[in-house]
């Protein structure tokens, strides 16, 4: 009895150690036999099954871990949990990209459920709703007749166009407003690509002419940023001088700098008919095996005159997104691309998925890894559930 003592003193030792604690096995079941010998008959004797070198008792007799940082307790509530978090989505964030044609009706879109084409009143209306939940920067797609459509895109810098026409509209209806225009030629193009094409060739310098004249005239109607999207070499410099020699030098670029050859578009195509009409555009859009390569473009579109960078698509790059921003001073933005829009959707209408909090994690994602900006087709349904609820 004096040895077990001894080995009770010494399993008490270390301070919230339990008795026994550092003892053999051997004493450890006979402490346990002589604490349920003591213990009332009528009372349930409580034997650990399988002892635990790690755990101990804490002095309310309950399982303690001595771990003295417990990442859950910033978890442990929701104001806890805002006060702490790292990022946060806003409609700030946003920008809206409206589908247009020259029709005066509606095209709903198949592939995009909840989207469609709009005539050009529907598109100022669609703009002032989402502007009166907080969405202010909106980037205009066209949807051109095919009677309009020549190799060289000609039609892309027509003053009396309908991208020209609606950047007017728009800009009446919303001065403060920020609107983007997409410069490539693929919407107005004859073969579907986002460049002239010779001998099956997408051309590189003889496309940037046209480019040049496609911003200039979008920078004539008074749009605020041009987006070049069709990724040809030294575009972004081209058009910044093109710009500026016409006087438009508060014209900014947010530049397509990384925009991958992905399966990601089909969705987007289907919006504007604009598939290619032969092979693919992999000779001029990135190779999605590539993150690297990514910085190369993006020094040269800051040595340029970019004054904003973009990757798309956006969720399947999300490790290029924080590339770009781990190597920029420059805002990043990230384009929610159709594709993703469309699975979203679909697994939403199949009960799959909640796609309230499924679009909103999304959105919160692309904060996280970086992006300033997004591109999203959820950004006036994302704009209203943030008011209801912030992030």
């Known amino acids: 009895?004096?040895?077990?003592?001894?080995?009770?003193?010494?399993?008490?030792?270390?301070?919230?150690?339990?008795?026994?604690?550092?003892?053999?096995?051997?004493?450890?079941?006979?402490?346990?036999?002589v604490r349920a010998t003591s213990a009332p008959a009528s009372a349930a004797v409580e034997v650990d099954p399988v002892p635990n070198p790690f755990m101990q008792r804490d002095t309310q007799g309950e399982p303690w871990?001595?771990?003295?940082?417990?990442?859950?307790?910033?978890?442990?509530?929701?104001?806890?949990?805002?006060?702490?978090?790292?990022?946060?989505?806003?409609?700030?964030?946003?920008?809206?990209?409206?589908?247009?044609?020259s029709a005066d009706?509606?095209?709903?879109?198949?592939?995009?459920?909840?989207?469609?084409?709009?005539?050009?009143?529907?598109?100022?209306a669609e703009a002032k709703a989402a502007y009166?939940?907080?969405?202010?920067?909106?980037?205009?797609?066209?949807?051109?007749?095919?009677?309009?459509?020549?190799?060289?895109?000609?039609?892309?810098?027509?003053?009396?166009?309908?991208?020209?026409?609606?950047?007017?509209?728009?800009?009446?209806?919303?001065?403060?407003?920020?609107?983007?225009?997409?410069?490539?030629?693929?919407p107005y193009s004859s073969e579907g690509h986002d460049g002239v094409v010779r001998g099956g060739e997408i051309v590189n310098d003889e496309t940037i002419e046209q480019l040049c004249k496609q911003a200039l005239c979008q920078a004539r109607a008074g749009t605020?940023?041009?987006?070049?999207?069709?990724?040809?070499?030294?575009?972004?410099?081209?058009?910044?001088d093109a710009l500026d020699s016409h006087g438009f030098q508060k014209v900014g670029i947010l530049a397509y700098t990384a925009k991958y050859a992905?399966?990601?578009?089909?969705?987007?195509?289907?919006?504007?008919?604009?598939h290619p009409g032969f092979g693919d555009k992999k000779t001029y859009q990135q190779d999605p095996a590539n993150g690297r390569e990514a910085l190369i473009e993006l020094a040269l579109d800051e040595a340029e005159g970019a004054d904003?960078?973009?990757?798309?698509?956006?969720?399947?790059?999300?490790?290029?997104?924080?590339?770009?921003?781990?190597?920029?001073?420059?805002?990043?933005?990230?384009?929610?691309?159709?594709?993703?829009?469309?699975?979203?959707?679909?697994?939403?209408?199949?009960?799959?998925?909640?796609?309230?909090?499924?679009a909103l994690e999304a959105l919160l994602c692309f904060k996280r890894a970086g992006a300033d900006v997004i591109l999203t087709y959820y950004a006036k349904q994302a704009a209203i559930w943030l008011q209801e609820e912030p992030l």
């Not at 009166?132 to 949807?143: E, R, S, T, W, Y």
């Not at 605020?224 to 910044?240: K, N, Q, T």
């Not at 992905?262 to 604009?274: H, I, T, V």
């Open 1 to 33: 009895m004096l040895a077990l003592s001894v080995l009770l003193v010494a399993g008490m030792a270390r301070p919230g150690a339990r008795a026994g604690a550092g003892a053999p096995a051997s004493t450890r079941a006979a402490l346990q036999g």
């Open 65 to 101: 871990l001595p771990q003295r940082a417990r990442p859950r307790r910033n978890r442990q509530s929701e104001s806890v949990r805002r006060m702490v978090r790292e990022n946060a989505v806003t409609a700030a964030d946003f920008i809206y990209p409206l589908f247009i044609h």
């Open 105 to 124: 009706r509606n095209d709903p879109i198949a592939s995009m459920p909840g989207c469609e084409r709009h005539s050009l009143p529907s598109m100022v």
């Open 132 to 186: 009166a939940v907080g969405v202010k920067a909106f980037v205009l797609f066209p949807k051109v007749d095919d009677a309009l459509k020549t190799n060289r895109g000609e039609e892309a810098y027509n003053p009396a166009g309908i991208v020209p026409t609606a950047v007017r509209m728009l800009k009446a209806a919303l001065p403060e407003s920020v609107v983007f225009t997409d410069v490539a030629l693929d």
């Open 224 to 240: 605020d940023f041009v987006a070049p999207s069709d990724m040809m070499d030294g575009r972004v410099g081209a058009i910044r």
């Open 262 to 274: 992905s399966a990601f578009y089909g969705p987007f195509r289907d919006a504007l008919d604009s």
């Open 308 to 358: 904003m960078v973009m990757v798309k698509p956006g969720m399947p790059y999300l490790d290029v997104i924080r590339r770009l921003k781990d190597n920029t001073q420059l805002p990043v933005a990230a384009y929610h691309v159709s594709g993703e829009y469309a699975m979203l959707k679909a697994a939403a209408e199949r009960g799959w998925l909640d796609e309230r909090k499924a």
